[in-house]
């Protein structure tokens, strides 16, 4: 079958497009036909060597298709389910395996590009904007990267929760998408200086919290946009990984709190990765949750939307089509 591996680490060129044997399902497995394969950011950072994986390694850990076997144990799936996961090994393939914990159905009005685009990215925007800093009305959220696959639904999540949103763009092409998600304020901040325009926001005093995920860029604007004792959500590395700091910076910026949260620690019980995903489907069927499908391609041309992704050219979900 069809699977996109690294055999080193590298640049998009590293991307090869190999023919491998169909993986057959372990204990607890789900086996799932590959529709649409989600493209994140982490694809990246492993493909690029950030983060360390055995080669050769194929990348993709989330897709959505039909389940087209199950392993040994598994009950509450049957073979032609629509199902979705951000647990898959090998996602870039044309069958990639997942714990049967880790994946749920997709409900009929939820499709199944849609539910690519919501296993990684809106598990991630709903564990920030619910549990690392659960927002409510009064909080004001600094979130950076808002145009892309995770800022998009985290604008929107944190609005439904009633937080006031200063959203931070690279383009001004980017402005216009990011209000349309219910953003206040944007800030082109490839021009303008996000931090001024944080304190300006709030009348002098700061954001309650930052969330970034683009690293080494913005960090030391971050910690400048917070309020006295307000939350640095540090949980990417888009420009670069966040240069090591002394944790007396947090003091004299204003005892401010920070910490660098994962999915992997947001989803580890089935029922809590179902609560989730029930959730966001439940907002995605009422109108409140819009998911932008921003790009496709063909899974072939993997490293033509690597390159696309890294070179800030896409604004919402990116998807790999089968
Ligand atoms: P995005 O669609 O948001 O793409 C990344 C965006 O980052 C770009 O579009 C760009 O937007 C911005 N950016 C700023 N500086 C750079 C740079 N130097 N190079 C590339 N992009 C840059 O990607 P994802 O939604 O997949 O991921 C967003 C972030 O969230 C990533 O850092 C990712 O690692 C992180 N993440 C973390 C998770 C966790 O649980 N900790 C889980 C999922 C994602 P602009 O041009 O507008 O600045």
Redesign the pocket.
Known sequence: MLAIRIHETGGPEKLCTDDIPVPMPGAGEVRIHVEAAG????DT?QRGGLYAVPLPFTLGAEIAGLVSMVGAGVTEFSVGDRVATAKASGGYAAEALAPAAHVVKIPNGVTTQMAAALM??GL?AHYLAIDTFPLKSGHTALI????????LLLVQLAKRAGARVIA????DE?VALVRGAGADEVVV??RDNFTTAARAFTGGLGVDVVYD???K?TFAGSIDSLRPRGMFVS??????PVPPFAPLLLSQKGSLYFTR???LHHTQTSAELRGRTDDLFGAVLSGALKVRIGATFPLKAAAEAHRA??G?G?TGK?LLLL
Not at 39 to 42: Q, R
Not at 144 to 151: D, E, F, I, M, R
């Open positions: 493209l994140n950011f982490i950072y990684l990215q991630t950076h990267a808002a145009a892309g696959g995770v800022g931070t763009v690279g383009s980017k901040y490839t995920a683009v690293g860029d949980f990417g590395n888009a420009s670069g949260p994962t999915l992704l890294e800030r896409t990116v």
